[in-house]
């Protein structure tokens, strides 16, 4: 676990040198200290979303207006996505997603199993490239690579924030 | 449920996506719904500033508004359907927060699901696509009925301060399909190429 989501900074400092523009996000505790950078940064609009895959067709306009896009959400959004995923399969736009992770690391709500379980097999089954980190200090190097991949191929690409490097949620217990 | 009344409209949709399309200069820049939107643009003329969606079905407002974000100097224009739209009920909230003021959502709605068999969608019944816009904060959002109706909204739709919803109820209709290339990989880099150059595609 990292206190303090020490490793938020170096995803902020890639999206940056990656000029990413539009943040757009089904909020996650994993994600709030970066929210939060993008927030106060005047040259990234962040977009909330009411359905993660809102951001799958957001980014493909970014792009197609000359914008690039990230979408920062949890595992269990994911399974919102899949077949908003054809769309930036099929006309190979850019999609980079960021995924924090649940039901892996002393997770306590088991109702997060099932699509936790399931992240990683659909969004591979989609075609999306998946990336996973668990060390705090690879945060910032994982995501520069799967954004590079992402915008400069374009393809699909996810990194997936494993649980370790959030703090452990006991609602109360 | 009302399943007759959309056969007694008076707009036909191919006669309204001409009134929608004719003139369009560059800075005007069209994402189509799949279905019926995307042969009705079309049948209109093609172009490589349209990017007509041929599924990703609830996605063509939100792909507006990432367009419309990233060009905030161009109008976007959202035609899309009835059903497409009420698959994408939530956009209507994340588009009316971002208060994007160059986007227009205009919906064709002739009440029915053309693509798979003509069944009634939503809208034959109580749903009101203009009272959910308005309900999420569009600062403009009518409906249309009449070609004087549609002569009245061009402007708005073109021009507005948006987002703008119109909601267009289009007679029942079936239609020979126009299509457009489906090769999605071509349909973006047209685009790209068209409005921000050839060096877009390196």
């Known amino acids: 676990m990292t206190e303090n989501y020490a490793w938020a900074p170096d995803i902020y400092d890639v999206l940056k040198d990656l000029d990413v523009r539009q943040v757009a996000y089904v909020p996650d505790a994993g994600h709030a200290r970066l929210l939060k950078m993008c927030e106060a940064d005047n040259a990234m609009r962040c977009i909330p979303l009411t359905t993660e895959e809102e951001g799958v067709s957001l980014a493909a306009g970014a792009w197609l207006g000359g914008e690039r896009a990230v979408m920062l959400i949890q595992s269990s959004g994911v399974g919102n996505c899949i077949n908003m995923l054809s769309l930036s399969n099929t006309c190979r736009f850019p999609l980079f997603m960021i995924v924090s992770m649940r039901a892996q690391w002393r997770e306590f709500n088991p109702w997060q199993k099932p699509m936790g379980e399931g992240t990683r097999p659909t969004l591979e089954a989609m075609g999306v490239a998946v990336t996973e980190v668990d060390d705090p200090d690879a945060v910032g190097e994982t995501v520069r690579s799967a954004g590079e991949h992402a915008y400069g191929w374009p393809d699909m690409s996810a990194v997936l924030l494993n649980q370790k490097l959030m703090p452990v949620k006991t609602f109360g217990k | ?202």
């Open chain 2, 1 to 202: 449920m009302d399943v007759q009344r959309a056969d007694n409209y008076e707009l036909l949709r191919r006669e309204v996506a001409k009134t929608l399309l004719v003139d369009r200069d560059d800075d005007f820049l069209v994402v189509t719904g799949l279905g019926s939107p995307n042969w009705d643009a079309t049948a209109a003329g093609d172009h490589p500033l349209t990017f007509p969606l041929w599924g990703a079905m609830g996605g063509a407002a939100t792909m507006g508004l990432g367009l419309a974000v990233a060009q905030p100097e161009k109008r976007v224009m959202v035609m899309t359907g009835d059903g497409e739209m009420l698959m994408a009920m939530g956009s209507f909230a994340t588009i009316a927060a971002q208060g994007v003021e160059n986007l227009a959502i205009v919906v064709f709605d002739n009440e029915r699901y053309g693509e798979t068999g003509m069944q009634a969608t939503h809208t034959a019944g109580p749903v009101d696509l203009v009272a959910v816009a308005k309900a999420c904060g569009f600062p403009v959002a009518e409906q249309v009925k009449t070609e004087a109706e549609l002569q009245t909204i061009l402007p708005i739709i073109k021009e507005a301060k948006g987002p703008v919803f119109v909601d267009i109820k289009v007679k029942t209709e079936n239609l020979p399909f126009i299509l457009p290339t489906k090769d999605g990989v071509h349909l973006k880099n047209r685009f790209r190429e068209k409005l921000l150059g050839p060096d877009s595609l390196l």
